[in-house]
């Protein structure tokens, strides 16, 4: 199903060149299990970042038996910017909600050929959060509801639902209507580094970052903008009701809303779903003081191990019946 070059292995993952749709070049990392996992996770980052800020913490889960893998999206990190390896279709910014979810899809679909068997959990983080959601409440392609099925559960961190600040509606309107005429043009959108974290070594880090830019495409950024007022207006209604769900927010986040968080989780009719709100956290909980890293890891790794062990029990309990 896919191609793959310019195969690199640390102590801690594989990373890989694969050829996904469009005969895009995405850059992956896999952090595997020494045996066959127990679970595989899917990661998606957020806006104008790149997987290889989230190493400390997806180092972690090979440990508690769970296979990672994520992928640098179209139109960011080195699958944007890599000049070795980058496609030439590739540039900064240039993607959409459209093309993304149609990556996800992909990238569901070929981790399902290559784990037969293994339930299978798609989590992400910011932008990645709200395109998570956004896989699960479609009702047109991509994804298809086969697709959406095959999935065991959805954890959403920091989800780009609402934006804390939003931007004044003049501007608004006038990114809107320039979108129409120029999509992929760029457009400042910076995310102030002390706004991600109360950390100051992860402030810098980001600041100096090479694979982080300030500006989005106008269509990313309208994309994001509609489609997560769209989340919570209408399509929470569409959430599978037998698709495990768990948030994770920080109170204090100054870039997405914990507030629309609170909102999409009370109004989706999911009977399995976890809400956990962390007090005081910022932005990327991943990157924050304290011991809050570690609590956010603790709470995805126990939401798969809890989800994995109650379809054991159901299944047990469905067998016994008959």
């Not at 850059?27 to 066959?36: I, L, N």
């Not at 913490?57 to 179209?74: A, V």
């Not at 899809?105 to 395109?131: A, D, I, N, T």
């Not at 207006?233 to 769900?245: E, F, I």
Request: aromatic residues 10%; neutral net charge; charged residues 20%.
């Amino acid at each position: 199903m896919a191609s793959t070059s310019s195969e690199t292995t640390s102590p801690a993952f594989v990373e890989k060149w694969h050829t996904g749709p469009d005969e895009i070049n995405f850059y992956t990392r896999t952090y595997s299990t020494a045996g066959s996992p127990k679970a595989v996770v899917l990661f998606l980052h957020g806006f104008q970042e790149h997987v290889a800020r989230y190493e400390s913490i997806h180092i972690k889960y090979p440990l508690r038996g769970i296979t990672l893998f994520s992928f640098d999206q179209r139109g960011f990190g080195r699958t944007a910017l890599d000049q070795h390896n980058k496609s030439s279709g590739s540039s900064y910014g240039k993607t959409s909600w459209q093309w993304q979810l149609g990556d996800i899809e992909y990238f569901v679909k070929h981790l399902k050929e290559e784990y037969p068997g293994v339930p299978l959990f798609l989590m992400g983080h910011s932008m990645g959060g709200g395109l998570v959601l956004a896989f699960a409440t479609r009702t047109t392609p991509p994804p298809s509801p086969e697709t959406v099925k095959s999935l065991s559960g959805i954890i959403a961190s920091s989800p780009f639902i609402l934006h804390s600040n939003p931007p004044n509606k003049l501007l608004r309107f006038v990114g809107e209507k320039l979108c129409h005429v120029a999509p992929y043009a760029s457009f400042p959108a910076d995310v102030p580094a002390d706004d991600l974290s109360r950390d100051p070594k992860a402030r810098e880090a980001a600041r100096n970052d090479p694979l982080i830019k300030r500006y989005g495409s106008l269509r990313i950024l309208s994309d994001m903008f509609n489609g997560g007022e769209g989340l919570v207006a209408t399509s929470h209604r569409y959430w599978p009701k037998d698709l495990p769900v768990s948030f994770i927010h920080g109170t204090a986040d100054r870039v997405t809303s914990p507030k629309a968080t609170e909102d999409f989780y009370n109004k989706i009719p999911a009977q399995d779903k976890t809400i956990s709100l962390i007090e005081g956290g910022y932005h990327e909980l991943s990157n924050e003081i304290d011991d809050i890293p570690e609590r956010l890891f603790e709470e995805c790794a126990s939401f798969v191990e809890r989800v994995i062990a109650s379809s054991k029990n159901a299944n047990g309990n469905a067998e016994a019946k008959l």
